[in-house]
């Protein structure tokens, strides 16, 4: 009979247990043959035991053990045994002792893997780690990110649990509603023509939620969005999403800044302050380019209109005569950086469509640079003043249009940061984004269309702009920021239908549309709707910052490509015509694929 059943697991051993008879399964992990004794650290999920096999105590082991390769599975009962004198392994948990194997099953053998499991140091072509993804889970990294994104949802359902929250599951099969992406389509059978819509979010379900009187909902939801991908973004992702009653965002923030802090301190032992500072979408935009600045480093952004306006230099000039803006960043301790440092960045920028960047040098003489005698010595002493700049640092301005400059510089200050090694890699800088625009202008349409969605409150103050200047009224919505990234987002929702109805009309929705695409929400508005406000956190963003990487992929268990292909099961793939049949469709695509 097969013995395979565990009585400790690979990382579990230690000195104490020294003279106890064990059973350990697992993986070969390395095989190291002395001439006499063969050595194999077995590796499960939780470490790495070294294992020794003697031809003295088991003959016929031993013979099996010479033949044994990478990722054979394994399970041995032996001995622990204390490791030779000299020889302990100070990086292993296990590494004082030793299992001298006494019987040996081989449950498994393995062909020779398509990269190396035991030495993640070789780097590895993604998409050949993606398409066996299983054995790059082995690996390791993969494995412990994933253990603490474990870590991270237990904790979360716990603390909302323990604040009065019902975890309620919401439909994956739903109706297509615009909420800022193209939707996954999902043809129906039984309704020829007819389609579901994979979620985007569980926007509206969750608000019918409060409307229900639930109250206090969350849900670690799965969602989907067929929108061009990138480092942080997946076409499935999952999101902690949170909806209550009778709230504010001063009864929201608090509870969302205790969850983050919970979550740090249990997974990740770091203490964090609370509250987290606040900065409205303008404010943010003004000095920092961004409505998400990693604020792990200073470097803010200034405006120097005024100071370009007195100028003689007829580049500023002609830009705030276009209607363009001026503005600076002071590089601390920059002035060591070699004018071939300066075109490198010129050059950078350059790559978002800015025209030139400009420079100055503060040292104790003064300021130098070729654009210097433009301005009188008043008008340096304000920018100095202005900037904040000290002996030694370096100032760049740009000027451009408002978007491009605040763009520009946002890009530069990011990439200033990483190559003077200004960043924190272990700081968590956490900010509120509140204030958002309500509506936004579509210049290829021509019309007004939501910031966020449809359904977000408009500032109480603001609502009479609407019908004057709907550019100018300001949202009640708020993202949660994290070294850069937008980690969370929500808004204080219209309870009121006709509050609802008015915005409708301004974003140009007929009654038809309106019917057609929300007929079901709007009814539901008119049954007597709390006020009730919500968030959604993005857990793989977040478990980026936590597992410290860059890459949305190194944190979901099989993820999809950057063409958002799943290379190990070659999904989308092509279907059976009969299948075709049945849903009542018709391809013109070429039925080649190709997922490279």
């Given at each position: 009979?097969?013995?395979?059943?565990r009585?400790?697991?690979?990382?579990?051993?230690?000195?104490?247990?020294?003279?106890?008879?064990?059973?350990?399964?697992?993986?070969?992990?390395?095989?190291?043959?002395h001439?006499?004794?063969?050595?194999?650290?077995?590796?499960?999920?939780?470490?790495?035991?070294?294992?020794?096999?003697?031809?003295?105590?088991?003959?016929?082991?031993?013979?099996?053990?010479?033949e044994?390769r990478?990722?054979?599975?394994?399970?041995?009962?032996?001995?622990?045994?204390?490791?030779?004198e000299?020889?302990?392994?100070?990086?292993?948990?296990t590494?004082?002792?030793?299992?001298?194997?006494?019987?040996?099953?081989?449950?498994?053998?393995?062909?020779?893997?398509?990269?190396?499991?035991?030495?993640?140091t070789?780097?590895?072509?993604?998409?050949?780690?993606?398409?066996?993804?299983?054995?790059?889970?082995?690996?390791?990294?993969?494995?412990?990110?994933?253990?603490?994104?474990?870590?991270?949802?237990?904790?979360?359902?716990?603390?909302?649990?323990?604040?009065?929250?019902?975890?309620?599951q919401?439909?994956?099969?739903?109706?297509?509603?615009?909420?800022?992406?193209?939707?996954?389509?999902?043809p129906?059978r039984?309704h020829?023509?007819?389609?579901?819509?994979?979620?985007q979010?569980?926007?509206?379900?969750?608000?019918?939620?409060?409307?229900?009187?639930?109250?206090?909902?969350?849900?670690i939801a799965?969602?989907?969005?067929?929108?061009?991908?990138?480092?942080?973004?997946?076409?499935?992702?999952?999101?902690?999403?949170?909806?209550?009653?009778?709230?504010?965002?001063?009864?929201l923030?608090?509870?969302?800044?205790?969850?983050?802090?919970?979550?740090?301190?249990?997974?990740?032992?770091?203490?964090?302050?609370?509250?987290?500072?606040?900065l409205?979408?303008?404010?943010?935009?003004?000095r920092?380019g961004?409505?998400?600045?990693?604020l792990?480093?200073?470097m803010?952004?200034?405006?120097?209109?005024?100071?370009?306006?007195?100028?003689?230099?007829?580049?500023?000039?002609?830009q705030?005569?276009?209607?363009?803006?001026?503005?600076?960043?002071?590089?601390?301790?920059?002035?060591?950086?070699?004018?071939?440092?300066?075109?490198?960045?010129?050059?950078?920028?350059?790559?978002?469509?800015?025209?030139?960047?400009?420079?100055?040098?503060?040292?104790?003489?003064?300021?130098?640079?070729?654009?210097?005698?433009?301005?009188?010595?008043?008008?340096?002493?304000?920018?100095?003043?202005?900037?904040?700049?000290?002996?030694?640092?370096?100032?760049?301005?740009?000027?451009?249009?408002?978007?491009?400059?605040?763009?520009?510089?946002?890009?530069l200050?990011?990439?200033?940061?990483?190559?003077?090694?200004?960043?924190?890699?272990?700081a968590?800088?956490?900010?509120?984004?509140?204030?958002?625009?309500?509506?936004?202008?579509?210049?290829?349409?021509?019309?007004?269309?939501?910031?966020?969605?449809?359904?977000?409150?408009?500032?109480?103050?603001d609502?009479?702009?609407?019908?004057?200047?709907?550019?100018?009224?300001?949202?009640?919505?708020?993202?949660?920021?994290?070294?850069?990234?937008?980690?969370?987002?929500?808004?204080?929702?219209?309870?009121?239908?006709?509050?609802?109805?008015?915005?409708?009309?301004?974003?140009?929705?007929s009654?038809?549309?309106?019917?057609?695409?929300?007929?079901?929400?709007?009814?539901?508005?008119?049954?007597?709707?709390?006020?009730?406000?919500?968030?959604?956190?993005?857990?793989?963003?977040i478990?980026?910052?936590?597992?410290?990487?860059?890459?949305?992929?190194?944190?979901?268990?099989?993820?999809k490509?950057?063409?958002?292909?799943?290379?190990?099961?070659?999904?989308?793939?092509a279907?059976?015509?009969?299948?075709m049949?049945?849903?009542?469709?018709?391809?013109?695509?070429p039925?080649?694929?190709?997922?490279?």
């Amino acid at each position: 009979m097969v013995h395979y059943r565990r009585t400790h697991d690979c990382g579990t051993l230690r000195k104490e247990d020294i003279g106890q008879k064990v059973t350990l399964s697992g993986w070969v992990h390395r095989r190291r043959d002395h001439g006499g004794l063969i050595f194999i650290d077995l590796r499960d999920r939780y470490g790495l035991t070294q294992i020794v096999f003697d031809p003295d105590v088991n003959r016929d082991a031993h013979r099996q053990a010479e033949e044994m390769r990478s990722e054979w599975v394994l399970s041995i009962q032996g001995e622990v045994i204390p490791r030779a004198e000299g020889m302990s392994n100070p990086k292993l948990k296990t590494g004082d002792i030793e299992v001298q194997v006494l019987e040996l099953s081989i449950l498994s053998r393995a062909n020779t893997p398509p990269f190396s499991i035991s030495d993640e140091t070789i780097q590895v072509n993604e998409d050949l780690r993606l398409k066996h993804r299983y054995l790059d889970i082995r690996r390791g990294t993969v494995a412990e990110n994933l253990q603490l994104r474990h870590q991270v949802t237990q904790c979360t359902r716990n603390f909302l649990d323990r604040h009065g929250f019902l975890d309620i599951q919401t439909p994956i099969l739903g109706k297509s509603t615009p909420e800022g992406a193209r939707d996954y389509l999902v043809p129906s059978r039984v309704h020829p023509n007819s389609f579901y819509a994979l979620p985007q979010s569980p926007q509206l379900l969750k608000q019918l939620l409060m409307i229900s009187g639930v109250d206090r909902y969350f849900q670690i939801a799965t969602c989907f969005r067929d929108e061009d991908l990138r480092a942080d973004r997946q076409p499935e992702f999952t999101q902690i999403d949170i909806e209550m009653s009778f709230a504010s965002p001063d009864d929201l923030f608090p509870l969302i800044e205790s969850l983050i802090q919970e979550i740090l301190s249990k997974t990740k032992n770091v203490e964090i302050p609370a509250p987290f500072p606040r900065l409205t979408y303008d404010e943010c935009i003004e000095r920092y380019g961004t409505d998400k600045p990693d604020l792990r480093f200073a470097m803010p952004l200034v405006r120097i209109d005024d100071i370009a306006k007195r100028s003689t230099f007829t580049v500023f000039q002609d830009q705030l005569n276009a209607g363009g803006s001026i503005k600076a960043i002071c590089v601390k301790g920059g002035a060591d950086i070699s004018r071939k440092g300066i075109d490198s960045y010129t050059q950078f920028v350059g790559t978002l469509g800015i025209k030139g960047l400009a420079w100055m040098k503060l040292q104790d003489s003064g300021l130098s640079s070729s654009i210097v005698k433009f301005f009188s010595e008043d008008l340096q002493k304000e920018l100095i003043e202005q900037t904040g700049a000290e002996s030694g640092d370096l100032l760049f301005m740009v000027a451009d249009t408002p978007e491009r400059c605040n763009q520009g510089l946002d890009h530069l200050r990011r990439r200033i940061a990483r190559d003077r090694q200004l960043i924190d890699e272990n700081a968590y800088n956490f900010l509120w984004v509140t204030d958002f625009p309500l509506f936004a202008w579509n210049d290829d349409e021509k019309r007004i269309e939501s910031e966020h969605h449809p359904f977000t409150s408009p500032h109480h103050e603001d609502i009479a702009l609407i019908d004057t200047e709907p550019l100018k009224v300001r949202s009640s919505s708020y993202d949660l920021v994290l070294n850069g990234y937008e980690t969370a987002s929500g808004s204080q929702r219209i309870h009121d239908s006709e509050l609802q109805k008015k915005i409708f009309e301004t974003l140009q929705l007929s009654s038809e549309d309106i019917y057609e695409k929300f007929g079901f929400f709007v009814e539901a508005l008119q049954y007597g709707t709390p006020p009730h406000l919500g968030v959604a956190l993005g857990l793989d963003r977040i478990m980026m910052v936590l597992c410290k990487t860059e890459n949305i992929r190194d944190v979901i268990a099989f993820p999809k490509n950057q063409k958002a292909v799943d290379v190990m099961t070659q999904a989308p793939s092509a279907v059976a015509e009969e299948q075709m049949k049945e849903l009542h469709i018709k391809s013109s695509a070429p039925k080649e694929l190709t997922w490279t």
